[in-house]
Nanobody, 121 residues
């Protein structure tokens, strides 16, 4: 069974920075993409950033220039470096590992439990 464990959320003032981490564990053969989503109260979950196995990245327009996604393939870990945080960045942030091929060659997607990020004005 593959598990994702997130860490790094918290309370920060506007203009501050946080780094989120998400570590995937279990019998993993490969992971195609690792992604960060967020969901604010009363809103739909939205894709924030994605990084695929080659290292290519993509970002939501709302975070371009402020957030950076990175990945340590050896540790099956993805990071989200968040700078110049704004109150509208407040949300629960979720990690997703997409296209995970496990040791038994089963392919599936997995989600983390979420971590709260609160940005005060």
């Amino acid at each position: 069974q593959v598990q994702l464990v997130e860490s790094g959320g918290g309370l920060v003032q506007a203009g501050g920075s946080l780094r989120l981490s998400c570590a995937a564990s279990g019998a993993i053969f490969s992971i195609n993409a690792m992604e960060w989503y967020r969901q604010a109260p009363g809103k739909q979950r939205e894709l924030v950033a994605i990084i695929i196995s080659s290292g290519s990245t993509n970002y939501a327009d709302s975070v371009k220039g402020r957030f950076t996604i990175s990945r340590d393939n050896g540790k099956n870990t993805v990071y989200l470096h968040m700078n110049s945080l704004k109150p509208e960045d407040t949300a629960v942030y979720y990690c997703k590992a997409a296209g995970v091929v496990s040791a038994n060659r089963v392919r599936a997607d997995y989600w983390g439990q979420g971590t709260q990020v609160t940005v005060s004005s």
